[in-house]
C-alpha cells in the first residue's frame, strides 16, 4: 500500500508506521476495497503533511464501507509546500493519475482540501478537467468539446464534491484576511513585501504579487479558464462545492476569504444550538450569481480593492454551500485553523462535528 493511502473495507483497521526519513504517515490494514468507486482526495494546507488528514480519512473510512477510496495527498509535503500554487497543483494532478492508474474501477472522485491545499486542489482540478464530447451535431464537429456537467469529467471520473475547509479563495493580501495582523494597514503592506522571504513562491501567489512574465496573479487566472488550465469549468463540473470557514479566531485565513464573501455579504450569527453540529453556527446556499451576459449581479463592496473584488465575481459564477463555524467558546479557540480540521485528534478533538457534518452531507 501507498503512503497517504486509507482504503475502505469492512474489518479495516488504520495504523501509523514512519517512513521516508521519520515522515509519519499512515495506511489501514486487512482492508478489502474491491468495490469501491469514488476516490476521496484530501489535500494539506502549509507546511503540512499526510497525517493532517488521519482524523477525518479515518472518519470517511468508517462512514461509507466499500463505497469510498481515501488517498491523502504525499507530493507536496513540507517545504515542498513553499513551491508554489502552480506547481503544487501540477503535483497533485500527476498524483491523482497515479492513483487512479493503481486502482482500476474508480468511476468518482471527490476532493476536501484545508487551508492553501484547496488552492491546490482548484488548481490541479483545472489541469485534471475534460469537457463532454459532442458528436454528430449540426452546429458542431465531431471532435469538438462543449462544457456541461453530464459528461465532464476530471481526470476521467465524475466529479462529485469538492469541498475547502478554511481556504483563502480571494487570498491573503486584503484587509483583516491574515488575522494575526490585526488589520493594522501598515503591517499589512509591510508583509506584502516580505511575505516571499517567509512562504516564498507560495507566499506571492497568496498576496497576489506574482507577475510572471507579466501576467495577471495566480488567483486571479484561476476565476476563470486560461488556455489549457480550464479552471472554471472544472469547478463548476461538481455536482456541489462546500466552503467551510472560522467565522473568528482563525489567525492565519481570514473569514471573508474563507468563505468567498464581500464585507457586506458576511452573515450575523448566533450560537448553535444543535447539539449534534455544536460548532456550526450558519449555513446557507449561494446560487452562481450571472446576469445575462455573464457577469455578477451582485453589488460591489466599496471596500475590498479591485483584484479582490475580481476574485469574488469570479467563484461567484458557480454555486456555493457555505458553512459558518465557530470555536469561539473552546478552549482551542485561538488555534481554529487547525481544530476545524482535527489535525491532531488529541488536541483539536473539539473540531470533530465538522468533519461529521462534512460526512453527513456528502454525496456519494
Not at 499526510?50 to 481515501?70: H, I, L, M
Not at 465524475?158 to 484576511?177: D, M, W, Y
Not at 449534534?276 to 471596500?303: F, L, R, T
Request: charged share 30%; proline share 3%.
Amino acid at each position: 500500500m501507498k503512503n497517504g493511502e486509507v482504503v475502505n473495507g469492512r474489518g479495516g483497521v488504520c495504523s501509523s508506521e514512519t517512513v521516508n526519513g521519520g515522515e509519519d504517515v499512515f495506511s489501514c490494514e486487512k482492508s478489502d476495497a474491491s468495490s469501491a468507486d469514488h476516490l476521496v482526495i484530501m489535500v494539506h494546507g502549509i507546511l503540512g503533511s499526510t497525517t493532517d488528514w488521519k482524523f477525518g480519512a479515518e472518519q470517511f473510512v468508517r462512514r461509507f464501507p466499500d463505497k469510498v477510496f481515501v488517498h491523502c495527498s504525499e507530493r507536496n509535503i513540507g517545504k515542498l509546500t513553499l513551491d508554489g500554487v502552480d506547481v503544487m497543483g501540477e503535483r497533485l494532478s500527476e498524483e491523482v493519475l497515479e492513483v487512479i492508474k493503481r486502482k482500476p474501477g474508480l468511476k468518482k472522485i471527490s476532493f476536501v482540501s484545508h487551508s492553501v491545499g484547496g488552492l491546490v486542489a482548484r488548481y490541479a482540478i483545472g489541469r485534471l478537467y475534460r469537457p463532454r464530447r459532442i458528436e454528430n451535431t449540426e452546429d458542431l464537429s465531431a471532435n469538438a468539446c462543449v462544457e456541461g456537467l453530464e459528461g465532464c469529467t476530471i481526470a476521467g471520473l465524475e466529479p462529485v464534491n469538492f469541498i475547502t475547509v478554511a481556504t483563502p479563495h480571494l487570498g491573503s493580501r486584503g484587509n483583516k484576511q491574515v488575522p494575526f495582523l490585526f488589520g493594522v494597514t501598515a503591517l499589512e503592506k509591510a508583509a506584502f513585501h516580505v511575505i516571499h522571504l517567509i512562504f516564498k513562491r507560495t507566499g506571492r501567489h497568496l498576496f497576489l504579487c506574482d507577475n510572471d512574465e507579466g501576467r495577471p496573479p495566480l488567483l486571479k487566472r484561476m476565476v476563470e479558464d486560461d488556455g489549457e488550465l480550464q479552471f472554471l469549468s472544472a469547478l463548476r463540473s461538481f455536482k456541489r462545492r462546500v466552503a467551510y470557514s472560522n467565522v473568528g479566531y482563525d489567525h492565519v485565513v481570514g473569514w471573508r476569504t474563507s468563505s468567498i464573501r464581500r464585507n457586506n455579504e458576511l452573515p450575523k450569527w448566533e450560537d448553535s444550538s444543535n447539539e449534534k453540529y455544536p460548532h456550526i453556527v450558519y449555513e446557507e446556499h449561494c446560487k452562481a450569481c450571472e446576469g445575462e451576459q455573464g457577469e455578477s449581479v451582485v453589488k460591489e463592496d466599496d471596500s475590498l480593492d479591485k483584484l479582490e473584488e475580481e476574485l469574488v465575481t469570479g467563484l461567484s459564477r458557480v454555486s456555493w454551500d457555505k458553512v459558518d463555524v465557530s470555536f469561539h467558546r473552546s478552549r482551542r479557540r485561538f488555534a481554529s485553523h487547525t481544530v476545524i480540521q482535527v489535525k491532531d485528534q488529541k488536541i483539536d478533538a473539539e473540531g470533530a462535528d465538522v468533519i461529521q457534518h462534512m460526512i453527513d452531507n456528502f454525496i456519494e
